[in-house]
C-alpha cells in the first residue's frame, strides 16, 4: 500500500501570516496544500480566489490542488492555472458537461480530479474514474471547514476503492472534511491514499508541525493494527 499523503487545507489558516503557515506545513511534511475555493452559490460560503494562489506560488514549490466549489468551474481554469495550480478539483454535482469540464482542465495542462458530496453514490464515478488523476470523497458536506466527518461515508471509500483498483489503479483516492488523529486511521483503512486537513492542521494549539506529526502517528498506529491483525489472522487459520 502506497504511503499516505498529506494536504493541508488552508481554509483554517491564519490568513494574516499565510505564507509562514504554508511553510511551516512544507517543513511539517505536507504533500500538496489544498486551497478551498467557495462562491456563496454552489455552497453557501465565500473564500478565497487567484490572487491567493498566485501569492503561495510566490512561497512555496507544493504542488497546489484547487477544489472548485463555484457554479462555473470552467471559465476560472486558464486565470488558475497561470497563476500557478497544478491541479484542479471539480464536484460532480451540478455539472451537466463533466466530462468535457475534465477535458478543459486537460487543456491547461494541469491534473484533474473530481469530487463527490456524502449523498452522492460511488457509481457515478464509473464513466469518469479513466479519465481523471484523483477522486475525492467528501467526508463532510462541503461548503465550511471544521464540521463532524460523516461516518456513513466510509463504506462508500471502500466501494470507490474497488472501482479504482478496477479501471484505473494509479488514480488517488482523497478524503476531505472532519479528518484529524481518530478519523484518519479509519479512511486509510477504508482506501484512502490522501488526507486533506484544514482544522486539525492549521487549528491546533500545538502547532502545524506538531499536529502533523500526531497524523502520522495515527496513521503509523494504523499500519501496526493492520499487521497485528493480519498476523492474528494468519494464526487463526494455522
Ligand atoms: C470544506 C472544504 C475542506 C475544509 C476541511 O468544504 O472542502 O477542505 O477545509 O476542513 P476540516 O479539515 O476542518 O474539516
Ligand atoms: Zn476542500
Do not use: Y
Amino acid at each position: 500500500m502506497s504511503i499516505v499523503k498529506l494536504a493541508p487545507s488552508i481554509l483554517a489558516a491564519d490568513f494574516a501570516r499565510l505564507g509562514q503557515q504554508v511553510a511551516e506545513a512544507a517543513q511539517g511534511g505536507a504533500d500538496r496544500i489544498h486551497v478551498d475555493v467557495m462562491d456563496g452559490h454552489f455552497v453557501p460560503n465565500l473564500s478565497m480566489g487567484v490572487v491567493v494562489v498566485e501569492s503561495l506560488r510566490r512561497v512555496t514549490h507544493l504542488p497546489l490542488e484547487i477544489h472548485l466549489m463555484i457554479s462555473a468551474p470552467d471559465q476560472f481554469f486558464d486565470e488558475f492555472a497561470a497563476a500557478g495550480s497544478d491541479s484542479f478539483l471539480v464536484h460532480w454535482e451540478g455539472n451537466n458537461n463533466l466530462h468535457r469540464t475534465v477535458q478543459r482542465i486537460r487543456t491547461v495542462g494541469r491534473r484533474a480530479g473530481v469530487v463527490i458530496n456524502p449523498a452522492t453514490s460511488a457509481t457515478v464515478l464509473e464513466e469518469i474514474v479513466e479519465d481523471v488523476d484523483q477522486v475525492l470523497v467528501m467526508t463532510v458536506n462541503p461548503g465550511f471547514g471544521h464540521q463532524e466527518f460523516v461516518r456513513t461515508t466510509l463504506p462508500k471509500i471502500g466501494r470507490v476503492r474497488q472501482l479504482i483498483e478496477r479501471r484505473h489503479p494509479e488514480c488517488e483516492l482523497e478524503v476531505d472534511g472532519g479528518i484529524d488523529a481518530t478519523t484518519a486511521p479509519l479512511v486509510v483503512r477504508a482506501g484512502a491514499t490522501v488526507l486533506v486537513a484544514g482544522s486539525a492542521i492549521f487549528g491546533d494549539r500545538r502547532g502545524v508541525g506538531a499536529a502533523m506529526n500526531a497524523l502520522r502517528t495515527a496513521l503509523k498506529n494504523t499500519k501496526r493494527d493492520t499487521e497485528a491483525a493480519e498476523r492474528s489472522a494468519l494464526q487463526r487459520s494455522q
